[in-house]
């Protein structure tokens, strides 16, 4: 069966049994983020891994998935979406098990950077075939239902990843991952209709791959700021090669008839507006975990387990916000519910901005219970404005746009946030601890000796306070985002 036109889709009641499978898709991939935060402190210790190679372990993933989306959109425009979407599931499942056996923390890397293309397949498709599957007065319910199930996902990571970890070490992630998304292909192939777009587009590869390389060697350079300085060979030689793939990757798509990135979508203020405000949002959400994770095991004493439990909070404010952020637009208009969901996530930053070594944990519940909250409340109508301004025969390549401007934001913040903490970190530390400070806390205790009580403290105490500058950093990214969709988004026909 093959959907060619929204709203000829025949599927009655059974598009809600294609919600679910595209969900159990979507919930491989939030997986596969969300439980790797985790296993970083088991990780690091592991492959004596350093706080920029950790970097790289999270964002390979993030890079490849975002500079592979909008190609991998429009193969899913092209080829079909189920299509895309199963192959996608394939790669996944075949890098995760490649994961799993690594040995050296380069491997790791590699895989995960396959892991990234698998997951450009996936997600474009996801969101696709829930526009083809819907109508227009539908899919605000069927993006709060798939915002809903990411998010039960997003809770359900940590918890698995610290289970996994305490029993099997931090290669069960991975495993796991590969049974999921196994189950996803079967679901897929049984209960999803294939759907196309009609008019085909050049799929230019070449263009991608100099995008990746572009945003890739961007962040890296990034990366290694705190390590090597601004100025150093290895950094000057990342940002050289991110401009001549980005000169590259623009003198390929301005000639084209069919560009891979159709630039006219940014003259609708619907589109670039919350594409830009959900982009700079993430740069703060998307390191939140990151950085609490190793709060959490490193300065707090938390198990594995019992950090995926604290992280909690986060999923859940997700999940009780989807069902306003749903109904929040029919009455105070789009423009205005995610301005209110970034600065309710603003608030769950600032909130975590205030953690100290002593802090009682529910400082860090409540931050991430706001933080959630935020993106429940802004989600369905950043999708719903984001895909609204694109035609549905271009609902892949919307879709791709739409996931690109988000991991992008994640890489930036992984690479931000995370090289800020590790720079404030060697700032904070007292000049007794310098000869043990290295870059990351979990370098400089697994230095010290279980009697060096002082020197411990110290070292917990230089962290959070680069943590709060850190924190501060993503609330004041929140607001940038909320600043954006103010004066951008054009008034909501609701609003006075």
């Not at 909008?70 to 079909?80: F, K, N, S």
């Not at 203020?269 to 993430?282: E, I, K, M, T």
């Not at 996931?403 to 007292?430: E, K």
Request: with cysteine; charged share 10%; aromatic share 6%.
């Amino acid at each position: 069966m093959t959907v060619g036109e929204v709203g000829d889709t025949g599927l009655g009641r059974r598009r809600w049994v294609v919600l679910a499978a595209v969900c159990v898709a979507l919930a491989v991939i939030v997986v596969d983020n969300t439980i790797l935060n985790v296993a970083i402190p088991t990780i690091e210790d592991d492959l004596a891994a350093s706080t920029a190679q950790l970097q790289a372990v999270v964002n390979s993933y993030v890079v490849v998935f975002a500079g592979l989306l909008v190609v991998a959109g429009l193969i899913a425009d092209r080829c079909g979406r189920r299509s895309a979407v199963l192959v996608g599931l394939g790669i996944l499942a075949a890098s995760s098990v490649a994961a799993a056996f690594a040995s050296a923390v380069w491997w790791l890397i590699a895989a995960r950077a396959v892991m990234g293309v698998g997951a450009a397949l996936v997600m474009p498709g996801t969101l696709a075939i829930l526009v083809h599957a819907f109508e227009p007065g539908e899919r605000v319910k069927a993006f709060a239902v798939w915002s809903a199930v990411g998010s039960a996902a997003m809770a359900a990571g940590p918890l698995a990843g610290g289970m996994l970890v305490e029993e099997w070490g931090w290669p069960g992630i991975f495993l796991i991952n590969a049974v999921l998304a196994v189950v996803a292909i079967v679901l897929i192939a049984w209960l999803v209709p294939e759907s196309r777009d009609r008019q085909h587009r050049t799929i230019d590869l070449v263009g991608s791959v100099a995008l990746t390389a572009a945003m890739g060697s961007f962040v890296a350079a990034i990366t290694l700021v705190p390590d090597h300085g601004l100025v150093a060979p290895i950094v000057l030689g990342a940002l050289v090669v991110a401009a001549i793939s980005a000169v590259a990757f623009w003198m390929r798509q301005r000639p084209a008839r069919a560009p891979m990135i159709d630039m006219s979508l940014y003259r609708d203020r619907r589109f670039a507006g919350a594409s830009a405000a959900v982009a700079v949002l993430a740069i703060g959400t998307g390191s939140v975990l990151f950085v609490l994770t190793q709060h959490l095991q490193h300065v707090l004493g938390r198990s594995p387990l019992q950090a995926g439990l604290a992280i909690v909070p986060l999923a859940l404010g997700v999940v009780g916000a989807s069902p306003i952020g749903v109904r929040l637009p029919g009455r105070i208009g789009h423009r205005r519910s995610i301005i209110t969901g970034f600065a309710v996530t603003a608030a769950g930053f600032a909130v975590l901005a205030a953690l100290t070594p002593t802090s009682p944990y529910a400082i860090i519940a409540v931050g991430l219970l706001l933080a959630g909250a935020g993106s429940g409340l802004a989600s369905p109508a950043v999708h719903t404005t984001v895909l609204g301004a694109v035609p549905p025969d271009r609902a892949g390549l919307g879709s791709a746009l739409n996931d690109t401007h988000q991991q992008l934001g994640i890489a930036l913040g992984v690479a931000l946030i995370g090289s800020a903490v590790a720079a404030g970190y060697r700032f904070f530390a007292s000049p007794e601890l310098d000869v043990h400070a290295g870059s990351s806390l979990g370098s400089t205790l697994g230095q010290l000796g279980t009697e060096q009580h002082d020197l411990v403290d110290a070292a917990r105490s230089a962290f959070t306070q680069a943590q709060s500058v850190a924190m501060l950093n993503c609330a004041a990214f929140a607001v940038v985002g909320a600043v954006i969709a103010w004066r951008v988004l054009e008034p909501d026909h609701r609003e006075p």
